[in-house]
């Protein structure tokens, strides 16, 4: 079964400093990954998709993850965080079968507060 | 614009009384999921289904009920059975039977007890 362990439940930095909010998964082969962000009272909007084409995922609002298989993580960076991107981030696997169809594993969240 | 539409944004539960949240969405997908948010606790999967007329218990059905008579549609009702159901309810939907396919989300209900 698939896992997500989101390692910060919250992450606190300046305004123009990086961000950096860990995830790592548990799968038995190559999995899919996703990063969204909610803002309070909002639903969750995707930033970005590891999709096997390339281990350096470029997202929206300027943020990227890194798909390191030896170290089953995708970790989520900005290199200048903008009060804007105080919000909740979840990290997601999914798993395809053809039973089941997609099923999604979601981590418990990283909440990011960005200091003026 | 294709997207998911959820009704309404609050709602208030009388002790005893059942209510139905709808998820409307235009984006053709077959899968649709309900979940449940409590502070601090993530996402919780109550329903969801991969296609019309079939749906799936999640890991928290008990006290929720669902249908799914359209592909577009598929509204979450919580019962009385329900003793805790305040909390924040998105609904979801994805395409199904293709791999990296992320899940699009609704903006979100906030149930309450009067």
């Known amino acids: 079964a698939q896992s997500v362990t989101q390692l910060d439940s919250h992450v606190s930095v300046s305004e123009g400093t990086p961000v950096l909010l860990r995830c790592n998964y548990s799968s038995s082969y190559s999995p899919s990954l996703f990063w969204y962000v909610q803002h309070p009272n909002k639903g969750l909007q995707l930033l970005l998709k590891?999709?096997?084409?390339?281990?350096l995922v470029k997202g929206i609002n300027g943020f990227e993850a890194e798909f390191k298989k030896s170290e089953t993580s995708f970790h989520l960076t900005k290199p200048s965080a903008h009060m804007s991107d105080a919000a909740e981030y979840f990290c997601v696997v999914s798993d395809l079968t053809r039973d089941t169809g997609n099923q999604f594993y979601f981590g418990t969240g990283t909440s990011l507060t960005v200091i003026p | 614009d294709g997207g998911i539409t959820q009704s309404p944004k609050y709602l208030f539960r009388k002790e005893g009384q059942n209510v139905t949240l709808s998820c409307e969405q235009n984006l053709n997908h077959d899968a649709m999921y309900w979940y449940r948010q409590d502070p601090g606790q993530g996402l919780r999967l109550i329903y969801y289904s991969q296609i019309v007329n079939d749906f799936q218990k999640g890991d928290i059905a008990e006290g929720y009920s669902v249908s799914r008579e359209k592909k577009e549609s598929f509204p979450l009702t919580v019962t009385s059975a329900q003793k805790n159901p305040t909390a924040f309810y998105l609904c979801?939907?994805?395409?199904?039977?293709?791999?990296?396919?992320?899940?699009?989300f609704g903006d979100g209900t906030r149930l309450s007890i009067l």
């Open positions: 590891y999709t096997s084409a390339a281990t």
């Open positions: 979801a939907s994805s395409i199904v039977k293709v791999g990296n396919q992320p899940q699009h």
